[in-house]
């Protein structure tokens, strides 16, 4: 039977989207087979389910009944027809999932003084502990205890098994009296307060002119328009007075008719005096002049979105007011923002204990990049992106720093850098931006680079030039340790990224190339593939390090490393130059590391495949059970991985640079946002061991 978790809050307006997504974070990372399941979902579209559904592509989502449904079966008495029904739903999603997140209802069918126990009489008819969810919004310290005690005291009478309490949407200046307040009540189950964030209550300008039906008069794309409104305002006075009011993210509804107005608000966007403004609502059914709307599409880094309504100001005010912010499968911002409230606030770990999960043997590859995150941050690294600028690059620091991953640097310019910082919602702080061409840290690692390049002659002038570059810049950062790791690559060719590493961070001692693997996620193993990307044809003596380096990364990221040296014979049963250079790759391997489990020559299924292995190679600890794998040259290798990519569907995180003093890795250029932030992870890894 699965194992099972119910999540009950005991009044609405909780933010169950919040706990529903982190524990769905968290057990995707120790549970292969999950499911999601909402025993009762509202009448209209059920937003939750679909976020579930979309961050968790793999998990079962079901549910049994709609608010209606139920309302209408317990008028008529029917109440078992409802708890059997829920059942029957629940166990059949039991079948093929080994863990089941049920999330309760939403208080907005089945009456709110009956629905608490309904929740507690759904868990007990399922089996599942409960999580009870308390709403810290607007109250004390006194309150908050008395709502803990009252759900605890209900959900003991009802015989429900409580898993744990969390206290979400605490005003954070109350944060710490009512963590104090609830140790002194503490009961049996662990108890954690989340703090209230602004943004999570924030509607989207997309939700905004879905919901009050307004049609596009210049729309920008969806990043712009799924961006958080932060205030509303309503523009009538003067131009000069109208920019005194405005703040940074806001919506101004202003009649069609004021070109002036209308301009003004554009031009804030490009502006670095006056807030960002987030969109424009035209009422009275009135546009602006031909004229001023050609003038606003020709300013290419204006990209307002402009929507138009009939109603007139005041009513579209209070259509806009009436708006409530959901967090949609589209809302990037807002989940990045959910995970690091709960993963900073929660102990996941000790919850983890307490409901009993335990990790699979398997690691899928939502597990791995889950550990990927968790280890980023308990490291603490600074990482410096040099590629500061980059759309990618940007999309991806908004995620790392939301979930508090690491600490970041942008290279760039310093204005443009922070306009498209604050316009993903982020404070000013939270990324740190540096322009080599302005920043006093030039002439110091300068000064360090000539140092470093004395012996080829390099003189200041010319050291000083070498420093506007971004990458060089970068890598002298982490040479000098202002920071600890550096990404690159997204703009940049390998050999750009690559090659001040090799000039002034050069090797670990004992390794004499600098090589890369490939961590290959498949659905149910993580594999290792070096070297697929730097070393076109290792001699012996560097495939033997290559090896060496790849299993240490292996262990680095909890994979236990079985190395097959990879050749197209197997064992002694090949002939030619290029299966002796393996053969004497894995004899000066086992050499230098004889506590490794190193074998080859040997095929790639004879190493991946245990009846082939048994078959080919009997007597061998690797065949079969094979997880790092080395190939003789980088043809083989980079068409290898390619091809295990797109034909096996699967996910290749990387290249990750091995054999350097200090981290450095690079992108590919066709690169995607998930795969920086894997590779950003990756290297705050690294550097805890570096």
Same mark, same amino acid.
């Given at each position: 039977?699965?194992?099972?978790? !119910? ?10 989207? @919040? ?57 008529? +008495? ?128 997309? &939700? ?15 990043? &712009? ?21 405005? +703040? ?58 402009? !929507? ?33 409230? %709960? ?25 791995? &990049? ?10 603490? /690294? ?5 590629? +500061? ?15 508090? @991953? @690491? /600490? ?10 922070? /306009? ?18 302005? *920043? ?9 680079? #000539? ?33 600890? +790791? ?31 693997? %490939? ?9 290792? !593939? ?19 380096? *790849?299993? &240490? ?13 990879? *050749? !197209? *014979? ?8 290029? @299966? ?44 079969? #059970? ?65």
């Amino acid at each position: 039977m699965a194992k099972s978790l !119910y999540i009950a809050s005991l009044e609405p307006r909780a933010g169950k989207s @919040v706990v529903a997504l982190g524990l769905m974070e968290l057990l995707s990372a120790r549970v292969e087979r999950l499911a999601y399941f909402r025993p009762v979902v509202p009448e209209t579209a059920d937003v939750r389910s679909a976020l579930i559904q979309a961050r968790f592509p793999a998990a079962a989502v079901a549910h049994a009944f709609t608010s209606e449904q139920v309302e209408d079966l317990l008028a008529d +008495g029917r109440n078992d027809d409802v708890y059997r029904g829920i059942l029957e739903q629940y166990r059949s999603l039991t079948h093929d999932a080994d863990f089941v997140l049920c999330d309760g209802t939403d208080y907005t069918g089945v009456s709110a003084t009956y629905e608490f126990a309904f929740n507690a009489e759904v868990a007990n008819h399922l089996g599942a502990p409960v999580v009870v969810l308390i709403n810290g919004n607007g109250r004390d310290a006194e309150d908050v205890v008395e709502s803990v005690m009252v759900a605890r005291e209900s959900l003991i009478r009802e015989g429900c098994t409580l898993a744990a309490t969390i206290v979400n949407r605490v005003a954070t200046e109350d944060l710490e009296a009512i963590s104090t307040a609830l140790g002194t009540v503490r009961g049996h189950e662990p108890e954690f307060t989340i703090p209230e964030t602004p943004l999570l209550g924030m509607p989207t300008f997309a &939700e905004v002119v879905e919901s009050i039906g307004a049609i596009p008069v210049i729309p920008s794309g969806e990043v &712009e328009e799924n961006r958080e409104i932060t205030g509303y305002k309503i523009a009538a006075m003067s131009l000069p007075n109208f920019l005194d009011h405005v +703040g940074e993210g806001y919506l101004v509804m202003v009649p069609g008719d004021r070109s002036d107005l209308i301009a003004g608000a554009v031009a804030s966007r490009v502006s670095t005096t006056y807030p960002n403004i987030a969109g424009l609502i035209l009422t009275g059914g009135l546009e602006p002049a031909h004229q001023v709307l050609d003038l606003i599409e020709g300013i290419e880094d204006a990209r307002m979105p402009i !929507y138009a309504v009939d109603t007139d100001t005041f009513q579209t005010a209070r259509d806009v007011a009436a708006v409530t912010a959901v967090m949609r499968p589209s809302s990037e911002r807002k989940i990045s923002t959910a995970l690091g409230l %709960f993963e900073r606030h929660v102990d996941v770990e000790l919850l983890a204990d307490r409901i009993d999960v335990t990790r699979s043997d398997r690691v899928t590859p939502l597990m791995f &990049e889950y550990d990927l995150i968790e280890r980023a941050r308990a490291a603490n /690294k600074h990482i410096v992106l040099p590629e +500061g600028t980059d759309d990618r690059i940007l999309d991806a620091a908004e995620i790392l720093t939301r979930r508090a @991953v @690491v /600490k970041l640097t942008l290279l760039g310019e310093v204005e443009r850098i922070a /306009k498209r910082i604050a316009e993903r919602g982020l404070p000013p702080g939270s990324v740190k931006i540096i322009d080599p061409a302005t *920043s006093p840290l030039r002439e110091q690692l300068a000064r360090r680079y #000539q140092e470093l390049r004395s012996h080829r002659g390099v003189a200041m002038e010319n050291a000083l030039d070498v420093m506007l570059d971004v990458n060089q810049f970068g890598t002298m950062m982490v040479e000098t340790g202002l920071v600890d +790791g550096m990404v690159s690559g997204a703009a940049h060719t390998t050999q750009a990224t690559v090659r001040p590493a090799l000039q002034v961070i050069k090797t670990r001692p004992g390794v004499s190339i600098v090589s890369s693997v %490939f961590l290959m996620l498949l659905a149910d193993r993580v594999l290792v !593939y070096g070297d697929c990307a730097v070393n076109p044809n290792p001699t012996a003596e560097q495939l033997a390090d290559i090896a060496i380096s *790849s299993a &240490e990364t292996a262990e680095r990221f909890g994979i236990e490393p079985v190395v097959a040296m990879l *050749s !197209y *014979s197997t064992g002694a049963s090949g002939q030619g130059e290029d @299966v002796e250079r393996v053969r004497e790759a894995t004899k000066l391997a086992r050499e230098r590391r004889p506590d490794l489990r190193i074998d080859g020559p040997i095929q790639y299924d004879a190493a991946i495949d245990a009846s082939v292995g048994s078959k080919k190679l009997p007597e061998s600890s690797v065949a079969g #059970q094979a997880t790092v794998f080395i190939f003789p040259d980088l043809n083989t290798g980079n068409n290898t991985y390619k091809a295990v990519q797109r034909s096996a569907g699967a996910i290749a995180v990387g290249p990750v640079l091995q054999g350097l003093n200090k981290p450095v890795n690079d992108l590919s250029r066709g690169c995607e946002v998930a795969d920086i932030v894997n590779t950003v992870a990756i290297t705050a890894i690294q550097a805890e061991n570096s």
